[in-house]
């Protein structure tokens, strides 16, 4: 017996369950956007310490912010999962702006504009989105209500 139509409906299955893959990750992503509220953004946990390395493509991670009442859920591109990896809440605090450089600017979107902010766990992270998004997340994050330090009855 041959073994090439083995092989041929192997190649056949294995082609099928990457279309079904590419299927789920564009239809995900309209998921996520049909409620609106949503914008590229990719994220670095744990941006480099010293200023110099800070132009290095490492630790960038492609994805999507989607804003809720009081936070941003923030979602990998390449990720089968419907919840977000990481929850921003409204309370975090940005501390600079700069244009990506280096081997950095290609390891982000085109025309993207990184940020340095503060979490509220003091934890500082960077972001990188595009000039309009970043407009709409300054306006979110000062349109947080004011914050207090002891409950009033």
């Not at 239809?27 to 480099?48: D, N, W």
């Not at 310490?49 to 009442?69: E, I, Q, V």
């Not at 941003?72 to 419907?82: A, G, K, P, T």
Request: glycine share 8%; proline share 5%; aromatic share 12%.
């Amino acid at each position: 017996m041959a073994w090439w139509p083995s092989l041929l409906d192997g190649l056949r299955l294995v082609g099928a369950l990457a279309v079904l893959a590419f299927v789920f990750l564009f239809v995900r992503r309209r998921l996520l956007s049909r409620s609106g509220g949503t914008f590229e953004c990719s994220v670095r946990m744990q941006p480099p310490a010293k200023a110099s390395a800070a132009a290095s493509a490492r630790g960038w991670t492609l994805g999507l912010g989607r804003y809720s009442d009081s936070d941003v859920e923030w979602f990998r591109v390449f990720s089968f999962s419907l919840r977000p990896k990481y929850t921003f809440s409204r309370g975090l605090t940005v501390l600079t702006r700069r244009k990506p450089h280096g081997a950095e600017a290609f390891s982000l979107y085109g025309g993207h504009v990184v940020v340095a902010a503060r979490l509220d766990s003091g934890r500082t992270i960077e972001l990188a989105m595009s000039e309009s998004a970043l407009t709409g997340f300054l306006a979110w994050t000062e349109a947080a209500p004011p914050r207090h330090d002891r409950i009033f009855e």
